[in-house]
């Protein structure tokens, strides 16, 4: 305090800066005060609340001042820059920190992969062509009429065997029987007809050879406008007996027309077989003279023919003497034969071009009937005991290409491998070439979230 007390009023004046205020003027004029007491009793304050009004030239003049100068020139600069600095290095510590932990798990955080595997197996496999077609019976005939008339009795109804020249049903007979007696009434009236031309032929020829022989005498006694006379008589009877020879004939053909008429009245089975529909009932009138009236159908359905329809796409690949297969709803059994006729005329279904391909397939049990829809298999190339993998690994590649396959090795490691396909199916693949039985390929990844995913589907059951 003594230091402070010998500097001339000007010069504390100009220590303090001329502060107009007499703040110099009163730290100047303070009291003594005990230094130790001072530290004692003193608040900790914080660096920058320690002189809140004080400018940094402040510091500079009073510390050229003494003992009592305030501290050197940018420690509190120093002091209020300290928080800042702090913030700054504890942002960079926490983008290293991100950036570490961003690396980590980009190089060993990746989820682990594992992977979906078909072994190759042994089998049979087939390349087939799918279609849908129905039963129909191998030969049939529809039973018409061929006389007009009243359907009187049927003798048969749907289900019935039947054995060939069977009754089947009667049609009224009257109008034949009519027919057939007005025929054999013209026949006689012929016949008679014809006795008397036949005796005018013999007095026509009598005459002219008397009339020839006399005149071939010359006495005049007969002329030769006479013998001419004679002459053309017996030529006209002879005629007329001739013609009357012919409507003979005419009039016995009409009698077989009416005697075949009446025996169209009795209709009888051409063929042996099963009636499996009747179009026309007891009673009903049948009109034969512009179009045949159908009464029932029989069918031999011993044998069965199955009309399978085929896209246009693949009946190219459909040829005859193929082997086929097919099975019908309800029933598990496979019924084989090979295919007989591809039918050259399409079919336009929903703007869809399909072509009938024919097969026929013994039914001696009768197991099959008609119009029963079948599911057909057309083989067009078949393998045994070949090597065998899901055709899903293949994805849409074609028969006789070479890909590459995905195969996982003993030692966990996945290996890519070139094979050739062969025969390819719904389901299964043949490998010709590249893989060995029991090896397995690679199916598809599976994740670790995938498989979390599908544990619990599975805990969570149906």
Not at 157 to 168: A, E, H, I, T, Y
Not at 423 to 429: G, N, P
């Amino acid at each position: 305090m003594e230091a402070t007390s010998e500097h001339p009023p000007d010069q504390a004046a100009a220590a303090t800066g001329n502060d107009p205020t007499g703040e110099a003027a009163a730290v100047i004029n303070a009291p003594p005060v005990n230094p130790d007491a001072a530290v004692i009793n003193a608040a900790p304050v914080h660096p920058d609340a320690a002189a809140p009004d004080k400018d940094p030239t402040d510091n500079a003049a009073a510390s050229t001042g003494g003992d009592l100068a305030a501290p050197p020139v940018g420690r509190a600069a120093r002091l209020r820059a300290l928080p800042k600095r702090r913030g700054f290095w504890v942002i960079c510590l926490l983008l290293f920190l991100a950036a570490v932990a961003f690396g980590y798990h980009w190089a060993f955080g990746k989820p682990k992969v594992s992977y979906a595997t078909a072994a190759v197996v042994r089998g049979d496999i087939e390349s087939t062509v799918v279609a849908a077609g129905i039963v129909q019976p191998l030969l049939y005939v529809d039973v018409g009429a061929q006389t007009s008339g009243v359907l009187k009795s049927l003798k048969v109804k749907r289900g019935d065997q039947v054995l060939k020249d069977q009754l089947l049903a009667l049609i009224d007979p009257v109008l034949a029987d009519t027919a057939l007696a007005s025929a054999n009434a013209t026949v006689e009236n012929m016949v008679s007809l014809r006795s008397v031309k036949q005796a005018q032929l013999v007095l026509a020829k009598l005459q002219q050879g008397r009339n020839d022989e006399l005149f071939a005498h010359g006495d005049g006694s007969v002329s030769a406008n006479d013998r001419d006379i004679t002459r053309a008589n017996y030529d006209v009877a002879l005629a007329e007996v001739a013609a009357l020879s012919a409507q003979i004939k005419q009039a016995a053909a009409a009698v077989d027309t009416a005697q075949a008429n009446l025996g169209y009245t009795k209709i009888t089975a051409p063929m042996a077989g099963e009636v499996v529909s009747i179009t026309l009932l007891e009673g009903q009138t049948l009109n034969a003279n512009q179009q045949a009236p159908n009464i029932l159908r029989i069918a031999d359905i011993s044998t069965v023919t199955v009309w399978a329809q085929v896209s246009e796409a693949d009946i190219v690949r459909v040829k005859p003497g193929q082997e086929v297969y097919f099975t019908v709803l309800g029933d598990t059994r496979r019924w084989s034969g090979k295919v007989r006729q591809i039918l050259p005329t399409p079919e336009l279904i929903n703007n869809v071009v399909f072509y009938d391909v024919l097969f026929d397939i013994p039914n001696p049990g009768r197991e099959l009937k008609i119009q029963m829809t079948a599911q057909v298999f057309i083989v067009l190339a078949q393998a045994k005991g070949a090597l065998l993998i899901p055709a899903s690994v293949i994805g849409n590649a074609a028969e006789g290409s070479q890909i590459k396959v995905r195969v996982l090795k003993a030692d966990g490691k996945v290996q890519r491998r070139a094979i050739r396909i062969g025969i390819k199916s719904e389901i299964f693949a043949q490998v010709t070439d590249g893989l060995k039985e029991k090896e397995l390929v690679v199916v598809r990844e599976i994740s670790a979230k995938d498989k979390k995913k599908s544990s619990l589907a599975a805990q969570k059951g149906p």
